[in-house]
T-cell receptor, first 114, second 115 residues
Framework: DSGVTQTPKHLITATGQRVTLRCSPR?????VYWYQQSLDQGLQFLIQ???????AKGNILERFSAQQFPDLHSELNLSSLELGDSALYFC?????????????FGPGTRLTVL | AQSVTQLDSQVPVFEEAPVELRCNYS??????LFWYVQYPNQGLQLLLK??????LVKGINGFEAEFNKSQTSFHLRKPSVHISDTAEYFC?????????????FGGGTRVLVKP
């Protein structure tokens, strides 16, 4: 158990819908990261927040947005869903922003878009 | 931009045999290097990392990796595998002097340990 929690574990929805994925980082960690794992794209970095502020952005679609709240939990919002958005979405957390800091991964949320 | 190539998508291996998983990266700047393992239906777990110093890095569960700067490689090895090592393994890099802490992953190598 990494100490990072993600809810829900599974999510099944239809095209065009909007969903919210939630992540609680390990106690004491200020950085939160979102990654997408799909069969065709592999594991891709989406976005990083540090203490409530966006720190780095990857290949995140405009239909996707994220935020980190004062209690440090984070939410990833996916809207106008398409079939290709079906994937495993991981949240990770680390103490700070140094590249030396280990990122601890949650168990993931499996999103299925029908 | 940096990229990571894992040369083998699948590696079948018999129990107690050695295994080597190959990872090559491309980057014009210095990077940190990582190996993660993903067991079925679980998140990723860090096996080991190279930040600086000795090029031979030892990690958890008997794994080790060697950083070769001239060949831009970071191959992972284990001298004797167990059934429990069946998992997918990911090599990742992080640019040292970059904003944020983004990891760039390779495509993964599935290891299937046979009895």
């Amino acid at each position: 158990d990494s100490g990072v929690t993600q809810t829900p574990k599974h999510l099944i929805t239809a095209t065009g819908q909007r969903v919210t994925l939630r992540c609680s980082p390990r106690s004491g960690d200020l950085s939160v990261y979102w990654y997408q794992q799909s069969l065709d794209q592999g594991l891709q970095f989406l976005i990083q927040y540090y203490n409530g502020e966006e720190r780095a952005k990857g290949n995140i679609l405009e239909r996707f947005s994220a935020q980190q709240f004062p209690d440090l939990h984070s939410e990833l919002n996916l809207s106008s869903l398409e079939l290709g958005d079906s994937a495993l979405y991981f949240c990770a957390s680390s103490v700070g922003t140094s590249g030396k800091n280990e990122q601890f991964f949650g168990p993931g949320t499996r999103l299925t878009v029908l | 931009a940096q990229s990571v190539t894992q040369l083998d998508s699948q590696v079948p291996v018999f129990e107690e045999a050695p295994v080597e998983l190959r990872c090559n990266y491309s980057s014009s700047v210095s990077v940190y290097l990582f190996w993660y393992v993903q067991y079925p239906n679980q998140g990723l777990q860090l096996l080991l990392k190279y930040l600086s110093g000795s090029t031979l890095v030892k990690g958890i569960n008997g794994f080790e990796a060697e950083f070769n700067k001239s060949q831009t490689s970071f191959h992972l090895r284990k001298p004797s595998v167990h059934i429990s090592d069946t998992a997918e393994y990911f090599c990742a890099v992080r640019i040292i002097k970059a904003a944020g802490n983004k990891l760039t992953f390779g495509g993964g190598t599935r290891v299937l340990v046979k009895p």
